[in-house]
């Protein structure tokens, strides 16, 4: 009898096209059914709760995919494990109901974009964090980060080669937190950049945006625009000029894909059957 599985997954994009399967492989979904097939002797299809693109990492994906095999769930998570890449980990499996859907039936998704805007670069997560060579104004970044929240066409702020049918979408947070070091000490600041760079802080900051669904490029775009308000190219206002014109040449560039990660996904009432969702 066919059971429907979920299993929660985390991945390094570094070294490939994205999440979905297509014609050049080197997928996560590609390398994600090739364990399967190994392990059952299925040709099973995935889906996943999110797309990411090519470079984009994942600390928090869920997979759904239906199996005749009668493999007990709690020993699927080692047994794909065996069977991956060192760069893609499966952390648990639980049988869903068979109507469950990973993509569908999601109500929230959390993004974070990590920028590390320290003097150098850092040589071990340079991975996974756009490296600023210069301080930003965090708080006109948080205050153009507000004007976001809600719902709204964000028409400016995705690729033109997005296929969806309409672009409203709702963003609940979005916020930028600053990381301290482990003995709680933001990082030093230097008496020559309070001169250089008045109102402006150097230190790695994660991007964090919450919502209900996310549009092709989407977080990235945001990211690039609300860096040009950290730079003083833009106003914190600009944001509300960006999100009417509906127009992706009023926004910022999209920023590169490697500080990026999905964070997290969250299920409704009626799909939290395990501890996982």
Known sequence: MSRNLCIAVSYDGTD????????????????????????????????????????????????NFYTDSQIPVQRWALALNARLPDDIV??????????FHARRNAVRKTYRYTINCSKYPDLFRRKYEFHHHAPLNIDAMREGLHYLLGEHDFSSFTSPLSTK???????????????????????????????????????????????????????????????????????????????????????????????????NVEYGEAFRLADHL
Do not use: C
């Not at 096209?17 to 080197?26: E, K, N, V």
């Open 165 to 263: 049918p309409h672009h409203v979408r709702t963003i609940y947070e979005a916020r930028l937190e600053t990381e301290q070091r482990a003995d709680g000490v933001p990082t030093l600041w230097e008496e020559s950049d309070t001169l250089r760079y008045p109102g402006k802080r150097r230190g790695v900051f994660h991007l964090y945006v919450t919502g209900n669904g996310f549009l092709y490029n989407m977080v990235r775009i945001i990211t690039g625009t609300i860096l040009q308000v950290g730079e003083g190219k833009r106003t914190s206002r600009d944001i509300v000029e960006i999100l009417n014109a509906r127009d992706r040449s009023h926004a910022g560039p999209t920023a590169v894909p490697h500080g990026l990660t999905l964070w």
């Open 90 to 99: 499966v952390h648990s499996a639980h049988e869903v109901p068979e109507e």
């Open 16 to 63: 490939y096209y994205g999440f979905q399967s297509q014609p050049g492989g080197q997928t996560i979904q590609d390398k994600l059914e090739e364990a399967l097939l190994k392990l059952t002797g299925e040709a099973i299809r995935v889906t996943g709760s999110g797309r990411t693109d090519a470079g984009v990492h994942a600390r928090s994906m869920f997979i």
